[in-house]
């Protein structure tokens, strides 16, 4: 998402047991019709903290003061996503600040979805950048390392009551982690996949029925993530879910044409790797919530349509910014901090 900021201007917990299985391939066995899914209509809410501190009030439709989440969930959201960072110069985004917020969304009923980015701040398909305590480590160590913080952040969490529905091993992570040690195209797919393996590993201990979901951008380039994950089952990393962006006001052919390709691409991933996909990130311009609601309405709908019923959700990435916060246009809050026309196609999907 650092990439979007640059151009502005700077499994589910209720999927049945019959999902969870796997098979002798360590791919989870596919849905069936019968089966009940979870899909999580919701929002990556990072930046919330962070705003109240600074004085940032939040309003219903009807202008009424509440708090963002209680917003979100009345209009129809049930999942909220928390990004985590190791170190944060300013503390934001740290363990203690995303114990917080996991602790007040699961209290107002939310499903949790913690996205670690291994880094001290952003981590995105340009900037994959290693905290700094880990900067002159050994390989070895390195795993370590990711492997005993996502312990460390998973047991805080479960000793505050959280156990998250779904976690991200790396955000965006393109051209793979924890660079150069982990970067695919200095030739490290399979320290890449190593890493991967090590923060599947970490969940896992301390939940297993936690879905662990890889992430990449550009939900519509079906070639891109077929590579990704072709390196990663071939150099043996596991995952449940696969996780995309999409944020198609950036593409020429507009996001109809985005949306329908992002479409092919799940239906093509689930065939190819017998795994769920979820879109853990959308966005779209703020100063056009009719064409945002459009666009929103469509990916639920064609993400609900996913072969299998494997398509397991839609989340905004920070809808609840607004008056140009961090230089970021495309959420979807007006000026008065009431949410938009466009957060309804998650209320009426």
């Known amino acids: 998402m650092k990439k979007i900021l640059g151009i502005l201007g700077f499994a589910v917990l209720a999927l049945t047991f019959q ?44 202008g009424t003061q509440q708090d963002c989440i209680e917003v979100l969930k009345g209009l129809g959201m049930n999942a909220i996503r928390l990004r985590a960072w190791v170190h944060p110069s300013a503390g934001w985004n740290n363990t203690s600040d ?3 917020k996991a602790v007040r969304a699961k209290n107002m009923g939310m499903k949790i979805l913690i996205d670690f980015h291994y880094s001290d701040t952003w981590a995105d398909p340009g900037d994959q950048n290693k905290p700094a305590a880990w ?49 695919v195209s200095k030739d490290s797919m399979a320290n890449y996949a190593a890493l991967v393996a090590a923060g599947y590993s970490a969940v896992k201990l301390v939940s297993s029925s936690t879905k662990v979901i890889v992430h990449l951008s550009d939900g519509y380039d079906n070639t891109h993530f077929t590579s990704l994950f072709n390196g990663l089952k071939a150099n043996g990393a596991s995952w449940d879910i696969i996780g995309l962006s999409l944020y198609p006001s950036y593409l020429s052919e507009g996001w109809s044409v985005g949306d329908s390709e992002c479409l092919a691409n799940m239906n093509s991933l689930v065939a190819q790797y017998n795994t769920p996909v979820m879109v853990v990130e959308v966005g779209f311009p703020e100063n056009n919530p009719t064409a945002s609601y459009n666009f929103l309405a469509d990916i639920i709908l064609k993400t609900k349509s996913v072969s299998q019923n494997q398509g397991l959700g839609v989340l905004y990435w920070e809808p609840e910014s607004y008056n140009g916060w961090q230089g970021y246009g495309l959420g979807a809050f007006d000026d008065s901090g009431k949410p938009t026309a466009a957060l309804n196609a998650f209320k009426g999907n």
């Open 98 to 100: 995303v114990v917080a």
């Open 135 to 183: 900067a002159n480590l050994k390989f070895a160590d390195l795993k370590t390392a990711l492997y005993n913080y996502t312990v460390g952040v998973m047991d805080t969490l479960k000793l505050n009551g959280i156990t998250p529905t779904w976690v991200q091993v790396g955000n965006e992570t393109d051209d793979g982690m924890l660079w150069p040690t982990g970067q």
């Open 19 to 62: 999902s969870c299985k796997k098979n002798s391939d360590n791919t989870p066995t596919p849905v069936t019709s019968k089966d009940t899914v979870f899909f999580a209509k919701g929002a990556d809410i990072s930046w919330l903290t962070q705003m109240e501190a600074s004085g940032i009030k939040f309003y219903d439709s009807a």
